[in-house]
């Protein structure tokens, strides 16, 4: 991972160059640190076990690093079943240097331990880092085509996106604006926030809107607006004329519902009523891979 480029002294050394650990310390900042770490399939723990300060290593360099890891571990009584990693090229060629292989037309998934010839190290790429980097190929080149032709276009992602703000309903996914945008929340940190309260006269920390101080420097009592009832119903949707897009989102939504209530009802002709095994919306038939509900049509009217 990248750190921050800095040195500072610290009482009898600078600190901040490369170190390997080989008691050497270059004459080079370092720009990122490779930090190696032991995680429990069997418990709940996990141990970062070295690291190592670097500004480019080789994917030779970074394999004798693991080897030596593998052999200290071996030695206190860790056994390792498998590598994970992301996907510099750097930790292919490092793959490659131990033993391993991914390419499709000549997988070989695994190498042996250096200790015990007879236990075999799977690799596995991390899929969040995996899945990052799908996304902006595809955002890039915009168009992916599939082995039998068909094209997947990223411009169809953002007109989904662009649907689903106007209609107000999400079609069983997550999809956001950041996942549009992803470019500007590549290093985001959320950042927690607190309110700020009111304490004496020190009104700079008023978090209040400004109209109701007003009011209270005014010794009046704020009045909220009034809002007719013509106006709260001409907000509603007009349940009776909707889009195709809503009625796929609500008959979605209504399979949902239908689920829930099923885990609760015990009368099993009133559980029977609240599915449908024809009439059901397209769009639920499309998205089902066998484990979504298909309600009934009154289901999905109320």
């Excluded at 002294?9 to 008691?23: L, N």
């Excluded at 640190?33 to 141990?47: C, G, P, Q, T, Y």
């Excluded at 670097?54 to 994917?59: A, V």
Aim: charged share 25%; with cysteine; net charge neutral.
């Amino acid at each position: 991972m990248y750190i921050h480029k800095q040195t500072e002294f610290g009482g009898d050394q600078i600190h901040g160059y490369v170190d390997i650990g080989s008691g050497e310390i270059e004459n080079v900042i370092a720009t990122q640190a490779l930090v190696l770490m032991v995680v429990a399939i069997n418990e709940s723990w996990k141990i970062p076990i070295a690291y190592f300060l670097i500004n480019s290593m080789t994917g030779t360099e970074r394999a004798n690093l693991i080897r030596e890891s593998l052999v200290r571990l071996h030695a206190i009584g860790v056994r390792v079943i498998s590598l994970t990693c992301d996907g510099p090229s750097q930790n292919f060629a490092m793959i490659r240097e131990l033993g391993a292989k991914l390419d499709i037309f000549d997988m070989r998934s695994f190498f042996l331990h250096p200790e015990d010839r007879t236990q075999k190290i799977y690799v596995i790429l991390d899929p969040c880092h995996m899945l990052k980097l799908l996304r902006n190929v595809f955002s890039k080149v915009g168009v992916l085509v599939r082995e039998d032709g068909q094209q997947i276009m990223w411009k169809y992602i953002e007109e989904l996106h662009k649907l689903q703000e106007k209609e107000g309903l999400r079609l069983g996914n997550k999809l956001k604006m950041a996942h549009i945008q992803w470019r500007n929340q590549k290093m985001k940190v959320k950042k927690g926030t607190g309110n700020c309260l009111l304490r004496d006269n020190t009104t700079i920390l008023d978090s209040t809107p400004a109209n109701i101080n007003m009011a209270r420097r005014l010794g009046i009592e704020p009045v909220e607006e009034i809002v007719t009832e013509d106006d709260t119903l001409a907000n509603l949707p007009d349940v009776n004329h909707l889009s195709e897009y809503k009625e796929a989102a609500i008959s979605y939504i209504a399979g949902f519902i239908v689920k829930k209530i099923e885990q609760k009802v015990t009368c099993m002709p009133c559980s029977h009523a609240l599915t449908s095994a024809d009439s059901v919306h397209p769009f639920v038939t499309l998205k089902n891979r066998g484990g979504l509900q298909k309600p009934s049509p009154g289901i999905a009217s109320v």
